[in-house]
């Protein structure tokens, strides 16, 4: 995430994180897509500065969602196969990443992913 200058920010650009107003209220949420007439609006309610997606961000959202459904939801129930399928895309995952950037963005998008897989883990209280 970089937090920019609403200057600086393009059309097409996506935000990182929900933007405010100076009453607390909600104007976008991550993810909103800024077109020219969301940049004329935040400029009008004196939004000076917003963080906006990087590449790492991208990259994130990117192998998230390439590894969301490897494991089947029949699976669910039964934490061996979970581990087995967890072990599977993670390895997937690191053969994706061959040259991705540096070891420490590698590791980082490695940790989103197996924190993801691990969200979806069999949870004996439910």
Known sequence: MKKLP???VQP???LA???YDAGGNQL???GSELTKVWLSRLRNRKIDTVNI???FDR???AATEEVANEIPMDEADDPMALLVAESE???KLD???????DESLRAKLRTAASTYLKSRSWNPEV
């Open 6 to 8: 609403l200057d600086k």
């Open 12 to 14: 097409g650009e996506v």
């Open 17 to 19: 994180s929900d933007v």
């Open 28 to 30: 976008l949420k991550a």
């Open 53 to 55: 997606e990087d590449a």
């Open 59 to 61: 990259a994130e959202k």
């Open 89 to 91: 895309v993670l390895a």
């Open 95 to 101: 053969k994706m990443l061959v040259g991705v950037g």
